[in-house]
T-cell receptor
């Protein structure tokens, strides 16, 4: 079966613009996670969805970042008024359910570059 | 704060040899999971091995095994019979039972030489 997919694979935008990053989780996975990986760093947690609702958004850095998962499947991470510091690889992961006993399967990420 | 530390930015090993990657973590939790993830140049993170803190027996997955020392908060990864395909970034990660997020270290870049 298909794994987690993310589109686009690369996104270049200008400072101040709005961007949307999409994640298609593995079919049937109820839990979905967004992480951000800056150059030379490990991924940092942004937000976790269980079904349609955001169960934990404590990692979102500020109110310019927002994510939705309206039908409990595909998720979109939205970044308003992008800044150069937002440049990073944005990773999405999904799992069968919450908890560390459920493996998180990662997508290939979207590399965002803000000029 | 819960943190994960990987003190080896880079490691190298010859094919067929054994290498150990270090990881320490800091937490006041008693129940949690520990993970090693591999990230090849394709960027896709792949789970290598997982350990539950309440299990004293060290986890093994084929050529990969861990040395889990709960009191020392240490979780090292041993790769035996290293293969060229093991070349990648390796991240240690931690997840308390009461959350669902992974907390990652900064990674160790492993190069396997022929």
């Amino acid at each position: 079966g298909a794994g987690v997919s993310q589109t686009p694979s690369n996104k270049v935008t200008e400072k101040g613009k709005y961007v949307e990053l999409r994640c298609d989780p593995i079919s049937g996975h109820t839990a979905l996670y967004w992480y951000r990986q800056s150059l030379g760093q490990g991924p940092e947690f942004l937000i976790y969805f269980q079904g349609t609702g955001a169960a934990d958004d404590s990692g979102l850095p500020n109110d310019r970042f927002f994510a939705v998962r309206p039908e409990g499947s595909v998720s979109t991470l939205k970044i308003q008024r992008t800044e150069r510091g937002d440049s990073a690889v944005y990773l999405c992961a999904s799992s069968q359910g919450p908890g560390g006993h459920n493996e998180q399967f990662f997508g290939p990420g979207t590399r965002l570059t803000v000029l | 704060a819960q943190t994960v530390t990987q003190s080896q930015p880079e490691m190298s090993v010859q094919e067929a040899e054994t290498v150990t990657l270090s990881c320490t973590y800091d937490t006041s939790e008693n129940n949690y999971y520990l993970f090693w993830y591999k990230q090849p140049p394709s960027r896709q993170m792949i789970l290598v091995i997982r350990q539950e803190a309440y299990k004293q027996q060290n986890a093994t997955e084929n050529r990969f095994s861990v040395n889990f020392q709960k009191a020392a908060k240490s979780f090292s990864l041993k790769i035996s019979d290293s293969q060229l395909g093991d070349t990648a970034m390796y991240f240690c990660a931690f997840s308390p039972y009461n959350t669902d997020k992974l907390i990652f270290g900064t990674g160790t870049r492993l190069q396997v030489f022929p």
